[in-house]
């Protein structure tokens, strides 16, 4: 039902910074929940942070990553600083939607941290 595109990913060197965004395709609101997941290769689909109630942040990116939302352009955001190579993986952005119990997620988008 409702469209959800990530774009921003790329390769990057360790050190570098990268802004993640993610367009959803329908009216967003204030109370549904917009997150950040990734997945490494051989590896679970991890939290990285997500905006709602509260904003929260796995503790492997707590002062590096920041999470922020556009409500009236149904977007949101992960700026991502000081990268690390262990931050290489397909990111992907998640949508709930509190009133509908929509469950929406995007294609994912490629991070690549290497020199």
């Known amino acids: 039902q409702v469209q959800v595109v990530e774009s921003g990913g790329g390769l990057v060197q360790p050190g570098g910074s990268l802004r993640l965004s993610c367009a959803a395709s329908e009216s967003i609101r204030s109370i549904d929940v917009m997150a950040w997941y990734r997945q490494a290769p051989g590896k679970q689909r991890e939290l990285v942070a997500s905006?709602?109630?509260?904003?929260i942040y796995a503790d492997s990116v707590k002062g590096r990553f920041t999470i922020s939302r556009d409500n009236a352009k149904n977007t949101v955001y992960l700026q991502m600083n000081s990268l690390k190579p262990e931050d290489t993986a397909v990111y992907y952005c998640?949508?709930?939607?509190?009133?509908?119990?929509?469950?929406?997620w995007g294609q994912g988008t490629q991070v690549i941290v290497s020199s």
């Open positions: 998640n949508v709930w939607t509190v009133i509908t119990r929509g469950d929406y």
């Open positions: 905006s709602g109630g509260v904003t």
